[in-house]
Structures are given as C-alpha cells and as structure tokens.
C-alpha cells in the first residue's frame, strides 16, 4: 500500500519523442508536486496542484505540461525530449487546507534517460 | 527572499559517534522548517519538522533538530550515528507561497564503521 506511486521507474528515450509519468497518492491528499532532481542532486520543484488547481507553476519549458484528472492523480507530459530532460523527476503530494501542513510526501521517482 | 543553506556538502563521521548536519535559514515571518532524508535511488522521507513551541524538535530514527533563532539555524542532530544513517539529507523551509518548499543542496552524510 504505497503512498505515493509512480510510473515508470526508469524510462529510456529518445531525443525529440514525446513520454509522460504518471503519479498517484493514496493519501487522501489535496495537493500534489513534480519536482525535478539533477544530477547534482539538486531539487527543483516545477508544478503544484490543490484540489486540480494549478498553484505553482515555476519557469519551465512549456515542453512539459502537467495534468490532474482528479485529487489522487498528477501526470508529467513531456513533448520534444531533450537531453538537457534527463534527471529523476519526483511526485510529491501533502495535505494544505483542513488543518494540514506542509510536510510533503514523496515517491520513489522516475529516472527519465535521454539518448 | 526566503533560502535555506547547508554549508556542508559532505559529512563524515564515526559509527558510534554524535553527528551533525547544518543547516541555516532566511525566511519572512514565522519559519517552518523540515529535515528530509534521501537513501540512494529511493524518494525523500519526512525526517521531523519544526512549526513552533519547544526548539528542539524529536523526529524519526532517532534524529533530532534544534532551532536556533538568533542564530538562523536548524541543525540536525543524531547521539550515535549508525552506518545505516548515511544518506543525503535535505533541509527546508516553507515559503509565502501556499506548498512551497524551498530546499538545500544536500548534505552527503557517509558514517564509517
């Protein structure tokens, strides 16, 4: 019964296809994140949702877009690979309203390699 | 400007020995601070959290951090490090935007048997 899912682990690709990566939490959570983890092991963080709303929305390529069909879900399209694209890309998900705090949950990642 | 710093990007240390991992803090308003551990090829796992009340702060595997507002500081903390704690770790703070984190570079955290 894991927290906060992702697929696929590892993803191969590419320059220039079109991948998405999907996530699901189970946490009963209102908001949910993409960030982004360089080889440097820095985090950056890229898009946020509350209750399928767009909160954050950091300078991105608009490359990637996210999508969230419903609280549980928020998938990462990414169109025109680039090689620049590969890193490990991590959904994350909290809850904000109802009293909830910041503490974000995170999952295992996706590692996207791009040749 | 809200930013989180960890000074050091690698610590050792001795099985059986104190750790330390440093972190220092610049946010408006109230800070609300968060320690997370990252174990190789895995996610970040929520270590402990400081929101306010008591400056030090109890948290998972047996880590504690201690908030120091003079001197803009959450350091974490562990008693007697194992080998299983090497990992990288992470510092935050929440930002003014609603479910922003801002995090630190890392610190690599390597205990030695």
């Known amino acids: 019964d894991t927290a906060v899912s992702q697929t696929p682990k590892y993803l191969v690709t590419q320059m220039g296809n079109d991948k998405s990566i999907k996530c699901e939490q189970n946490l009963g959570h209102d908001t949910m994140y993409w960030y982004k983890q360089d080889s440097k092991k820095f985090l950056k963080i890229m898009f946020s949702y509350n209750n399928k709303e767009l909160i954050i929305n950091e300078t991105v390529p608009n490359r990637f877009s996210p999508k969230s069909p419903d609280k549980a879900h928020l998938n990462l399209h990414i169109n025109s690979l680039e090689l620049g694209d590969s890193a490990v890309y991590f959904c994350?998900?909290?809850?904000?309203?109802?009293?909830?705090?910041?503490?974000?949950?995170f999952g295992p990642g996706t590692r996207l390699t791009v040749l | 400007a809200q930013s989180v710093a960890q000074p050091e990007d690698q610590v050792n240390v001795a099985e059986g020995n104190p750790l330390t991992v440093k972190c220092t803090y610049s946010?408006?308003?109230?800070?609300?601070l968060f320690w997370y551990v990252q174990y190789p090829n895995r996610g970040l796992q929520f270590l402990l959290k400081?929101?306010?009340?008591?400056?030090l702060v109890k948290g998972s595997y047996g880590f504690e951090a201690e908030f120091n507002k003079s001197q803009t500081s959450f350091h974490l903390k562990k008693p007697s490090a194992l080998v299983s704690d090497s990992a990288l770790y992470f510092c935050s703070s929440r930002g003014s935007t609603l479910g922003r984190l801002y995090f630190g570079r890392g610190t690599q955290l390597t205990v030695w048997p």
């Open positions: 400081y929101i306010t009340g008591d400056n």
């Open positions: 946010v408006s308003g109230n800070p609300y």
């Open positions: 994350a998900s909290s809850q904000l309203s109802s009293g909830g705090t910041d503490t974000q949950y």
